[in-house]
Nanobody
Framework: VQLVESGGGLVQAGASLRLSCATS????????MGWFRQVPGKQRELVAG???????KYADSVKGRFTISRDSGENAVYLEMNNLKREDAAVYYC??????????????????WGQGTQVTVSS
């Protein structure tokens, strides 16, 4: 299984970014997929997740601004991030969980991880 993130970068506050996660070795309808983020000194936190059934979950801090989606034909998962704030700056990780019907918030519970992509937000 491989997960490869892309799309991070430096943006100004208020701007948008779209993160992509290209997957291989997975069938997206048989796993839960998620985006986590981490800043130095803090635990990795769930930003958004989508179950195998298509149910979604978002962190309160990103509700209404971020949208997770998947394209099974492309074997890819996306995170659309709008109205970015300085506090959104972090390394963003794509993850897959074989416990597919739930979106678990504990990072240690997830099975597969990408290498991460940096998002920097300037004021």
């Amino acid at each position: 299984v491989q997960l490869v993130e892309s799309g991070g970068g430096l943006v100004q506050a208020g701007a948008s970014l779209r993160l992509s996660c290209a997957t291989s070795g997975l069938t997206l309808t048989t796993v839960a997929m998620g985006w986590f983020r981490q800043v130095p000194g803090k635990q990795r936190e769930l930003v958004a997740g989508i179950s195998s059934l298509g149910n979604t979950k978002y962190a309160d801090s990103v509700k209404g601004r971020f949208t997770i989606s998947r394209d099974s034909g492309e074997n890819a998962v996306y995170l659309e991030m709008n109205n970015l704030k300085r506090e959104d700056a972090a390394v963003y990780y794509c993850a897959a969980d074989r416990v597919r019907f739930s979106i678990r918030e504990t990072a240690d519970s997830w099975d597969y991880w990408g290498q991460g992509t940096q998002v920097t937000v300037s004021s």
